[in-house]
Structures are given as C-alpha cells and as structure tokens.
C-alpha cells in the first residue's frame, strides 16, 4: 500500500459523521469544564474548580488518544503526542488548571482544523448518468434494443438521434454527425464519414447512423474514462497538514528538553511545564486559521475551495496544466470575419445566413444568428428550411434558394475570393460557413472559438504567483493549441490528447489541472489539485475538482493562486513565529521559571498573538489587482459594449483593402467612402471618448496616465490613418469622382495598415482594460 492509500484509510478511521459533531461538543464541553472550575474557584470550591478542571482534562484525552493511535498506524507522530503527554502529564502532578487549558486549546485547534478541512465527496454520478445502459442491436430488418453488456465485437448497432455512441466502432451506411465534447471538450460537431472510426461516448447530434462495434463495452473509451476517474480518485489522498510537517522535527525536541529538565532538576512538575508550553497550540491554530481565513476570502471572489488541503497545496504548486476548450477560450464559436463575393455586401451575406440559420440548432448556425442579432439585423422570412446533418440548412426566400454550411465539392475551381477566404480560414484555424444563392457561392463567414479576454493577464499573475510551468492539454488539432500557446507564452503545448493522456501528466511536480469538460474529470481527480471551470463547465468535472470557479470567468484561478500562496505564507509566519515564542517559554520552564499554570496562560497569550497574525488572510491582498472604482467599472463595460459593435467596422475596412484593385472600379471607391463614413460617425468618436473618458478613470488604479500612454500612441495612429483615407477621397473627388493609379497602393497600405492596428488595438484593450472589471 502506498502512502497516498494509506494517507486515505486513516482518514477514514473515523467515520464522517463523528468528525463532523466530535469536534464542536469537544469544544462545548472542554470550555464550559474550564469556566465552570473557574467559577467554582473565585467561590472558594478548590476541591470542585479542580474536579471540573480535571474533567475537562480527560475529555480531551480520550479523543486525543485516538488521533495519536490512528496517526501511529499510519506512521506517523504528530502534534497531537505532545498535547497527549501534556494532558496526561497534567493530571499526574496535579496541575488540572494547565490541563483545562490545554484541552480548551487542543479541541478549539480540532474544530478550526475540521472547518479548514470540509472533504467533500468526488461523486461521479454525472459521468455515471451519461453512460449508455443499453444498445439498438440490428439484425436482417430487425432492431432490438439489448443490455449493453450483450454487445460483441462484429454486432451492428443503430444510434438514434440524441443517443450515445454505446461502444467503439466504425460507422457503416450515411455519414454521422456527432458531438465529441464529452471526449475532448471541443464545442464544434463533427462528422464522421462512412469507415471512420467513433468512440463511445460521442453524441449523435444527426441523423441515426449505423455502427459496427469494435470493442465491448467495458473496453470501450468512455468506459475507460470513468474507469480513470475513479482510480485517479480513488488515489488522491488529502495532503499532510502544514502543522505535522514542522512537528517532524518540533515533537522529538520537545520530549528531549522535557526529559532533560526532569532529569537535570528531579522534578516532575518541570517536565510538565516544558510539555504545557510546548503544546503546539501555535501550529494547532495558527495553519486553520490562516487556511479558513483564506477560504473565506476565495468564496468572495468565487471560487469555492472544497478543503484547506487543497487550498494550502494550491499555495506551494509550480506546475499549472490547463485544458485549451471552455477555459483558456469562451467554449462557443464566434464570428470573425465575413467575405462577400464582388456585388455583395458583408450585411447582405450574415443577413441571409442567419435568416437560414435561426431555425437550426447547430452551434456554429446559432453563432451566425446570435452576431447578426446583436447588429441589428432584420433577419428575412425564409420558407422551406431543411437541414441536412454534416451539411448544413437550406431554405427558400422569395423563389431563391439559399444554402449555408460546407461547400460542396463541385464548386471548382473556386473565384479569387473564394480562395482568400478559404486561405483565411486555414491560416486562422477558424470553420467556415459557406453562403449560396441558387448553388452560386455568395459568401463565407468564418467562425472561431476566440481566446478569453482575461486569459493573458489570468497568466501573467500565475506566474507572479509563483507558478514556474504552464502547459496546456487539448483535444483540438495542433495548429489551433500552437497559436493560442503562442500568444499567452505557454512553456509546452500537447494537442489531441486522449483523457489517459492528460492523466499521465501527473507526477512530475505539485501539479494543478485545470478543465470544465467530462473528459477532463480522470486529470482533475489525478492532479494534485483539480480546478473546474463550474459556471458552465461539466457537472462531473466539478465533483471531481478539488478548487471550483463558479463565475465564468478564468482570472478567479489567479485570485485562487494568490489568497492560496498569501494565506500559506501567512500560516507558516505564524506558525514558526509561534513556535520560536514556544521554544523561549520551554527555556524558562526548563529552568523552573515557568510554572504550568503560568506556562498554560503564556502559551494562550502566544495562541492569541499567532490567531491575531493568521486572520490577516481574510484581508484582500492590495497588491493582487488594481482596485476599480464602481464608476470606472461601469465605463469599462460600456466601452466592451461598444467593441462588439464595432468590430463590423473593422471587417468593412478589410473589405474595402481586398476590393481596392483598380482605381477604375467606381464599387471599390463605393467602399472606401463607405468606411470614410464608419469611422467618422462610429469609430473615432468611440475611440475619442476612450481618450478622454475612460483613459483618466483608469490612470489613477493603473498607477498614474504613464500606464495608458500606450494605448493613446494607438489612438493617434488610428486617428492618423483615418485622416489619410479621408484625403485619398478628397483627392479622389478632385479627379472626377475616380481614384488615381499612383493612389492605389498608398490607399491599400492605409486600410491594411488600419484594419491591423484596430485588431491589435482592441485585443490589448480587452486584455489590460477591459478585463479588470468584475
């Protein structure tokens, strides 16, 4: 047995409901012993204040016995010996004032360690619930539905609409459309091809598809992913208390100075007094405090920690793993480009497209439709609509048929625009949903899972935190992971990676892993600490998570890093502090300058002293994040507003670079003037009101307007490009109404030049600005 497995039986010694009332009614009674005695003896009662006292005493012995036995078994003395001893020690001489105290001390150390200890149980119903039980057996013309157990290799099985994939196999007849989520947290549906392979576990999210099974169900991929949950589980044992690792060395140096000032002094009464200022009341108090007062301060920023292992293993973590899908992106599609082929605008493609796509439920249509919404668009009465799985939807408006989704294959070879669109999307990583009219390619909207605004800011404070490694796991392809591991200046990145995979990372340091899928559950069991994303995250990733982030919002695992690492150092200041106290007072009763009453009441005044130090963790850390004014906080969301809808600015000044090829096409002049008119009625006025709004708000958190000194140099670039293209038109409308040949290229540059410097400008916005408020 290892030590994890060992860590976890003693853990379980005592049953859950004991420890769960054992150490308020210890606490109840060891206090009211104590008060009572102390009232007996103001009345005189010296025989009752003892008795009391003494009662009090041996409360606390009983229990403390079994602490001791059960951390014997596992190999391990820890602080509780001492307090035994102490006890004990105290009865025997007849010291039954210390020996109360001691007791009030030791049960109130219990109960603030059990509220820093809240385990709760990683339940994986959920991966359990979505479990297929059973199978659509095909055999001839008949279908049956068997127990899943039943099903061979060789069987052929039918996936209805909405089921789960039951087995591993190989897709037979028409093509599947699938939702794979569940096995590498990817949004976007699949579609397997007749002869490919599907893993269990994968929804069908088409039309019922046949499938020939290729492994029985307990050798199948999904039930290797509950399999790996529960061992990873299983095997997670709750970490050493901080107070133990310091009595490694803290118990036997206290026995020794015990023994010797018994031995050099022939007195007991000294021996116990070394013992009584010994009790590690500092270590007792001073981690579950901190530890609590930490927790505390995490579940405002919402992050609920499930215990103060967790948190206090978060504190001392270096190497950081973190699933690509729903945590370091938003988790759903977003539309970032659109191109529209010569005679079409970029409106009248998404206006189409949605018109067709709202009545489908596909992610990428519901995308389109939600992008032309927030535009503002009158999405037509489109007739007729059919969606066929893998494909796409079709509809008719007014006698015209319109198409969106793959293109099919007989549109080659593709026009110019086509192509750059196409190119646009591979470069970009980014799906592509293509618009036709009457089967004439009329657009192309690309859509991709865009990067979380907070994530590179989220990053730069884990760092600061002290984290040396950050990897990411995905199952996505490898050139999407590159460039997003590229921008946030990850250290290593592992694409296409399996839930064994991401399993097998564990080990190599005091890892955490963070995820919000079912597949990403076996990682965060088997992590030293899991993190869920659990605001929309899976409900299984979050019952196998030790830390959960219940906003959707990945800068809380910062917050987490940072109360986690402040509130560590805080209980380890306090405990040393205490400790070196305790070893001064272990001096002087060593040399009977200390008696045990005495002894007892200095080491409450030293408890006091490290509890008053250890509830500094329940103050925010001023040094974390800049502190935003509510006012600021409400400019900075108006201005996010604003971004979202400017962001078809940026796409008409793309548009109006592609379509600049000859000076004399009056539809490429059309365009320019079309963008002169976007930037000054929408974009420099917004950027205008940045400058003079929004930039001196921020200055005074960000340390002065030196910080957004930056950001104003970009407000001038783009005010200066601006005022180029205005003249291109000026000069433009000097010749006729017809741009010059030598203007071209000048005219090209500027638009290219700005559409960059608009993109680049807007994501530093997002990621420094934007992302501070709450």
């Known amino acids: 047995m290892d030590q994890r497995q060992a860590g976890r039986q003693g853990e379980r010694a005592t049953p859950a409901p004991a420890r769960q009332w054992l150490a308020?009614?210890?606490?109840?009674?060891?206090?009211?012993?104590?008060?009572?005695?102390?009232?007996?003896?103001?009345?005189?009662?010296?025989?009752?204040?003892?008795?009391?006292?003494?009662?009090?005493?041996?409360?606390?012995?009983?229990?403390?016995?079994?602490?001791?036995?059960?951390?014997?078994?596992?190999?391990?003395?820890?602080?509780?010996?001492?307090?035994?001893?102490?006890?004990?020690?105290?009865?025997?001489?007849?010291?039954?004032?210390?020996?109360?105290?001691?007791?009030?001390?030791?049960?109130t150390g219990r109960w603030l360690d059990a509220a820093a200890e809240r385990r709760a149980s990683h339940d994986l119903r959920h991966l359990l619930e979505h479990a297929p039980r059973t199978a659509r057996r095909r055999i001839g013309d008949q279908v049956n539905i068997i127990d899943l157990a039943e099903v061979r290799v060789g069987?052929?099985?039918?996936?209805?609409?909405?089921?789960?994939?039951?087995?591993?196999?190989?897709?037979?007849?028409?093509?599947?459309?699938?939702?794979?989520?569940?096995?590498?947290?990817?949004?976007?549906?699949?579609?397997?091809?007749?002869?490919?392979?599907?893993?269990?576990?994968?929804?069908?999210?088409?039309?019922?598809?046949?499938?020939?099974?290729?492994?029985?169900?307990?050798?199948?991929?999904?039930?290797?992913?509950?399999?790996?949950?529960?061992?990873?589980?299983?095997?997670?044992?709750?970490?050493?208390?901080?107070?133990?690792?310091?009595?490694?060395?803290?118990?036997?140096?206290?026995?020794v100075v015990a023994g010797l000032a018994w031995l050099v002094s022939g007195s007991a009464v000294r021996a116990v007094a070394v013992l009584v200022v010994a009790t590690p009341c500092p270590l007792l108090l001073a981690a579950p405090v901190a530890i609590v007062s930490g927790l505390s301060r995490a579940a405002r920023q919402g992050v609920v920690v499930r215990d103060g292992a967790a948190l206090?293993?978060?504190?001392?973590?270096?190497?950081?793993?973190?699933?690509?899908?729903?945590t370091l992106t938003a988790g759903r599609p977003r539309l970032i480009d659109i191109a529209a082929a010569p005679g079409h605008s970029v409106t009248e493609v998404l206006t189409l497209a949605a018109s067709v796509d709202q009545f489908s439920?596909?992610?990428?249509?519901?995308?389109?439709?939600?992008e032309a919404r927030a535009r503002g668009l009158t999405l037509r009465p489109v007739r007729d609509v059919a969606e066929v799985p893998g494909r796409g939807a079709t509809g008719r408006l007014d006698g015209t048929v319109l198409s969106v989704g793959r293109r099919g294959h007989d549109v080659t070879p593709l026009p110019g625009w086509a192509r750059a669109a196409d190119n646009r999307a591979t470069l970009d990583g980014a799906a592509v949903a293509w618009l036709t009219v009457d089967a004439e390619l009329t657009g192309a909207i690309l859509l991709r899972d865009p990067l979380r605004h907070d994530a590179p800011r989220t990053l730069r404070r884990l760092r600061e935190a002290g984290i040396t490694r950050l990897l990411m796991l995905?199952?996505?392809?490898?050139?999407?992971?590159?460039?997003?591991?590229?921008?946030?200046?990850?250290?290593?990145?592992?694409?296409?990676?399996?839930?064994?995979?991401?399993?097998a990372e564990r080990g190599r340091a005091v890892t955490v892993m963070v995820g919000d899928g079912v597949n990403d559950a076996p990682a965060l069991a088997a992590a030293d600490v899991g993190v869920a994303m659990g605001a929309r995250g899976s409900s299984a990733s979050s019952e196998a998570a030790d830390i959960v982030l219940t906003t959707d919002r990945v800068d809380r695992l910062a917050d987490a890093a940072v109360i986690a690492v402040r509130a560590r150092r805080i209980a380890v200041q306090s405990a040393l502090g205490g400790m070196l106290l305790s070893l001064a007072a272990m001096a002087a009763a060593a040399f009977g300058l200390l008696p045990p009453a005495a002894g007892a009441l200095l080491?409450?005044?030293?408890?006091?002293?490290?509890?008053?130090?250890?509830?500094?963790?329940?103050?925010?850390?001023?040094?974390?994040?800049?502190?935003?004014?509510?006012?600021?906080?409400?400019?900075?969301?108006?201005?996010?507003?604003?971004?979202?809808?400017?962001?078809?600015?940026?796409?008409?000044?793309?548009?109006?670079?592609?379509?600049?090829?000859?000076?004399?096409?009056?539809?490429?002049?059309?365009?320019?003037?079309?963008?002169?008119?976007?930037l000054t009625d929408r974009l420099l006025p917004h950027e205008l009101a940045e400058e003079h709004q929004l930039y001196p708000a921020l200055a005074p958190a960000l340390g002065g307007p030196e910080a957004t000194a930056t950001m104003s140099r970009a407000h001038t670039e783009i005010h200066r490009l601006a005022r180029r293209i205005a003249a291109h038109l000026q000069l433009a409308d000097a010749n006729h109404g017809r741009l010059r040949d030598e203007q071209l290229d000048d005219l090209r540059a500027c638009l290219y030049g700005l559409h960059s410097v608009l993109r680049l400008h807007f994501a530093q916005e997002e990621e420094n600005y934007f992302s501070l408020a709450r």
């Open 24 to 107: 308020p009614v210890l606490l109840g009674f060891t206090a009211a012993a104590l008060v009572a005695g102390g009232a007996a003896w103001l009345a005189g009662a010296r025989i009752l204040a003892d008795a009391c006292w003494a009662v009090g005493t041996v409360a606390a012995i009983v229990p403390s016995v079994t602490w001791v036995v059960a951390a014997l078994r596992r190999g391990k003395a820890g602080v509780d010996l001492i307090a035994v001893l102490a006890l004990a020690g105290t009865l025997a001489t007849g010291e039954y004032l210390a020996g109360a105290l001691i007791a009030l001390m030791l049960a």
């Open 155 to 255: 069987d052929l099985l039918v996936v209805g609409p909405g089921e789960v994939a039951p087995v591993d196999g190989r897709i037979e007849g028409r093509a599947a459309v699938l939702d794979e989520s569940v096995l590498t947290g990817e949004s976007a549906q699949v579609e397997r091809a007749a002869g490919e392979r599907v893993r269990s576990g994968g929804v069908n999210a088409g039309a019922a598809f046949e499938l020939r099974a290729e492994a029985s169900a307990r050798d199948s991929t999904y039930a290797e992913i509950v399999r790996l949950a529960e061992q990873a589980g299983a095997e997670a044992a709750p970490v050493v208390r901080l107070a133990d690792r310091y009595a490694a060395w803290f118990l036997p140096l206290s026995l």
């Open 312 to 326: 206090e293993t978060l504190g001392r973590a270096r190497t950081l793993v973190l699933d690509k899908t729903g």
């Open 361 to 370: 439920p596909h992610v990428l249509a519901q995308a389109i439709t939600d």
């Open 474 to 503: 995905t199952g996505d392809r490898a050139e999407p992971a590159r460039e997003i591991a590229a921008v946030l200046g990850l250290d290593d990145v592992h694409a296409q990676q399996t839930p064994a995979d991401k399993v």
């Open 603 to 678: 080491q409450e005044a030293i408890d006091v002293a490290v509890i008053i130090n250890a509830l500094r963790a329940l103050r925010l850390d001023r040094t974390a994040l800049p502190t935003i004014e509510p006012a600021t906080e409400q400019l900075i969301r108006h201005f996010a507003a604003e971004h979202d809808g400017l962001r078809e600015v940026i796409e008409a000044v793309r548009e109006a670079a592609d379509h600049l090829t000859d000076a004399a096409d009056p539809r490429a002049l059309d365009t320019v003037r079309h963008v002169d008119r976007l």
